[in-house]
């Protein structure tokens, strides 16, 4: 199976949309160009609409989800703040271990794999936090975490959310729900290959940016100076000039479908995709009213037919459909399987597709 016939159903990265790819092979310019600078410019108000947001200091990091998420941190945490973090998957733990490197007293609140985290629970766990954080949409184990009560609810504290796999697959609002710092990725529902984090950073949170960061790269006191007007464009890192086309071209096809559509996009797939497994006898892992359409978590069966154990499936899936799908993580690698459905992949025929074949191989 050649790998331009992939399709991409993990937790990430997705296929990506065809215009994206296509803005791969526009010209290289200068990254201090006027056209890319006005480029670049627009990829931030594009970022701004699929946000959701008026936040000036919106911009996409240059580097993988995991740098949005230091950015995050780092920028907002003094030693010894206290910082309150939900943890119900793998990356509520990295958040952890994010903030406590960055010194912060971290209040970790544990809820079970495949069950959300009551905001109350956040919410009750330190009386005056620095930072409440959480993540939205769990890839881990594919269920949503609710934010916006957080939001209304947060004091003094910022409210720093995780939108990796929720930007442009499901509702999120960041200004209507009261986040200050968000991050995501162009690899999950923007449909852009993996490498920029866009990142937004409310006013409030720009008035609490540290002197001096633990990181230089990912120090937004440079690029906040543009925002507020204290400073004028100047050299910090060469930008991924043809990343930057790349997700124009992604935010371009989203707001072109409309975001909302895009939501309902996800939304149809998730569901044919959740009532069909459950239809051939699977069972769901994450807990209903919970689930991520984008990601959907399902149990390993224990009846596999003889021969074939739970990589060997998705090993079949891959060689003989050419589809992708992801292994559990952590306590669950081996347990449950995480079906993708993001970005240009989140098309129905995809579904009907990857259902037929689970049904040829697991006989049922
Ligand atoms: N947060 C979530 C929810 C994720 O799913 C991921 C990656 O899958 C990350 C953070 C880290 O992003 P990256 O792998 O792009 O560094």
């Excluded at 003094?78 to 119900?88: A, E």
Aim: aromatic share 6%.
């Amino acid at each position: 199976m050649p790998f331009s016939d992939r399709i991409l159903m993990g937790p990430g990265p997705c296929n990506p949309y065809p215009e994206v790819m296509a803005a791969f092979a526009r010209p290289v310019l200068g990254h201090l160009d006027p056209e890319f600078v006005a480029l670049l410019d627009e990829t931030n108000e594009r970022l701004r609409r699929v946000f959701r947001t008026a936040n000036q200091l919106t911009f996409p990091v240059s580097a993988t989800g995991s740098a949005g998420m230091e950015a995050s941190f780092v920028n907002v945490v003094r030693p010894g703040d206290d910082v309150v973090i939900g943890v119900n998957g793998v990356f509520g733990g990295r958040m952890c271990d994010v903030a406590a490197r960055a010194g912060a007293n971290v209040h970790r609140v544990d809820v079970e794999w495949g069950k959300a985290i009551d905001p109350q629970q956040l919410l009750d766990a330190h009386p005056s936090p620095r930072i409440i954080a959480v993540v939205h949409a769990e890839t881990s184990t594919g269920v949503r975490n609710d934010v916006a009560e957080l939001g209304a609810n947060k004091g003094d504290a910022l409210l720093l959310v995780d939108c990796v796999t929720s930007l442009g697959g499901i509702p999120l609002e960041i200004d209507e729900w009261g986040i200050d710092l968000a991050y995501s990725g162009t690899q999950k529902c923007l449909g852009v290959p993996p490498g920029l984090a866009p990142l937004t950073v409310s006013p409030r949170a720009i008035e609490r940016i540290v002197e001096t960061p633990q990181s230089w790269y990912l120090d937004l006191n440079m690029i906040k100076k543009y925002v507020t007007g204290e400073g004028a464009r100047a050299y910090h890192h060469t930008a991924p000039i043809s990343m930057v086309y790349a997700l124009h071209a992604g935010l371009g096809v989203i707001l072109e479908e409309g975001l909302e559509q895009s939501w309902a996009r996800h939304a149809e797939c998730g569901a044919l995709l959740q009532e069909g497994l459950q239809n051939l006898g699977f069972e769901l892992f994450a807990q209903e009213g919970h689930r991520l359409p984008e990601l959907t978590t399902v149990v390993v069966p224990t009846d596999l037919p003889a021969g074939l154990d739970e990589a060997a499936v998705r090993r079949r899936l891959l060689e003989r459909y050419g589809i992708e799908v992801g292994g559990g993580l952590g306590a669950y690698a081996g347990k449950v399987w995480r079906i993708g459905c993001m970005g240009h992949t989140a098309r129905p025929r995809n579904v009907t597709l990857l259902l037929g074949a689970l049904a040829e191989i697991l006989q049922r």
